[in-house]
């Protein structure tokens, strides 16, 4: 930083009480009155440098006569006005980009220029304020921080406009070219060691300014078409550093009894620092990182700001998350419901990103056989299952908030639930004390057809799940494999009957091929029994599901008979007759043990009580 020192005598002002005055030996004779402060100098001193106090009291008749004037208008106050009597006493002041903008503003409204005397203060300042403060880089910022309480002023003489166009020529420079001292704290850069000068050298300074000279520097940066987009957003992220709230812990907002009139007038320059950076954010897409784009979504609802500011938020959200990661997701919740303890996580927040997303995915999608739409939206599938995963763990988290955000997603998204399924059996885990209703409601959106056949293991020894969906797992299971056993019979196909004709038989085979008319009924037996058994445990798996609350028992008869018809007989190429096991006895067993197993806690849970009764 440079400085300018005027001047050569010593400081001879001194203070008494509300006065200031100099150490000399003839007496004033010129009252000036700032604010509550009394100035007592002398004419002879100030006004060959002073217009304005020449004109002041060039009415007054007794040029010997002491003078009162009232000052209370000039800029800077009474600090910049006692530089400017400084300078017309001869005594030493320094000057630089802290007090300049400030004493220049005064000096012209003294009117301490040229035409009065000549080397006068405005000159000397106007000289100063070219050749050194525009030509350094942090003189330059420091000098356009000082404008804001003198704005007005610093923008008619001209002072804001040319700091401006100094930073942007800087900021505009190429890296290799940049000679001066930036600010540069980022991790893992030690500006001592390094060769060359990052592209974003300029961001941390800037951040510096008030959002109004910060925005009007990025709009002439951008203006010049010289920087890519990401490096403009890389000056927001900085700059929403900087002046926003960090919301990455969650913490219950103050009782409106703790709120002062201070706090919310901060509150409401966090907002219009937050609505500023949001109308400044690049269109195109990748400018700014979608995790940047989430903590200013959060933000903004903390705060509460504008409906339009959060819609075009959420929108540019939408656009980039396929991008995110779970921790991206995690946006504390600032809302404390008054029935409940509150939960820890927004998850509305991501239900209205989420929603962004598929509106403008539906829009772009052309049709189903779109690869690169499906593997995106299966990219967000796997997303949010992942963050239901995640919020399952929340003690506090309703069952209504997770269903509607594991419904939000099309069919499409999910090539399998075993995600989901790991979401819910969380869910549950976390939550022992769940009513029967709740957990049907979290299961509902469980397709048991989409669950591999390891999840559908576990599914069927998970006491946590409603009854409904353990049979549901078992049936689609049964014709699964169903399925697959005719998949595999229907492969080899036996010959027809004229090919069987046309093909030579030697005498071995045909002794082979004898099939006794006992063996052909006792097969055929078999194969009405089946199909008619299956077509009863279709009826029964129905009947199951819509009266999932009862209690089902099966008899050991019953176990057994089923068992029986799940074998069938067939007659292999040999001519042999094989029994075979069907899977419906195994699942019946299986399905049989479940209800069992839990019919028996029951009832000892049952005797429990009464026995205690």
Known sequence: MKFMKLGTRPDTFYTEEATRAVISNVPTDLIIKINNISYLLHKHQLFPKCGLLQRLCSDSKDSSASVTLMLHDIPGG????????????????????????????????????????KGNLVLKLETFFNSCILEGWKDSILTLQTTAKLADWSQ????????????????????????????????????????????DWWTEDVSDLDIDLFRCIITAVRSANMLPPQLIGEALHVYACRW????????????????????????QGKKRVLETIASMIPADKGSVSIRFL?????????????????????????????EATVNDLLLPSHSMPSSSVGYF????????????????????????????????????????DT????????????????????????????????????????????????????????????????LSPEVCAHAVRNERLPLRTVVQVLFFEQERGGSSSSKSTSRKVPPSQEQRQRQPVTGGELGKLKVSSDEKSSAEAAEGITRSTILGITQRSHHW??????????????????????????ITEKGKVVREKGSSGSKFEELSKVILQRKTKSDSSHSKGRSSR
């Open 545 to 570: 599901t819509a009266r999932s609350d009862e209690k089902l028992i099966l008899e050991p008869e019953q176990i057994m008979s089923r068992k029986e018809v799940g074998q069938r007989e067939e």
């Open 294 to 322: 989430l903590r200013l979504l959060s933000i903004a609802n903390f705060l509460g700001t504008s409906p339009v500011t959060k819609a075009e938020l959420i929108r540019c959200c939408g656009l980039q998350l396929e």
């Open 387 to 450: 963050y239901l995963q995640v919020i399952a763990r929340d003690v506090n988290m309703p069952v209504t908030k997770a269903v509607s955000l594991a419904q939000a997603l099309p069919e499409i998204a999910r090539p399998d639930h075993d995600d989901l399924y790991k979401a819910i059996n969380i869910y549950l885990k976390e939550h022992p004390d769940l009513a029967k209703a709740e957990k049907k409601h979290l299961c509902s959106v469980l397709d048991c057809q989409k």
């Open 244 to 267: 926003l709230p960090d919301t990455t812990k969650s913490q219950p907002p103050p009782p409106e009894s703790s709120t002062s009139q201070t706090e919310d007038v901060d509150d």
């Open 345 to 384: 996580y927004d998850v509305d927040l991501v239900g209205e990103v989420l929603d962004g997303f598929l509106l403008q995915w539906r829009r772009q999608q052309p049709g189903e056989e779109d690869h690169q739409a499906v593997r995106l939206i299966r990219k967000v599938g796997k997303l949010i």
């Open 78 to 117: 009474e600090d910049a006005f006692e530089l400017c009597a400084k300078f017309c006493y001869g005594i030493t002041i320094n000057l630089s980009a802290h007090n300049i903008v400030p004493v220049f503003c005064a000096a012209k409204f003294l009117r301490m220029t040229e035409a009065v005397e």
């Open 156 to 199: 008619n003489l001209g002072i804001t406009r040319r700091c401006m166009d100094s930073v942007v020529e800087k900021v505009l420079t190429p890296p290799p070219k940049v000679t001066w001292s930036f600010t540069y704290t980022r991790p893992g850069y030690v500006q001592k060691h390094q060769q060359f000068v990052p592209k």
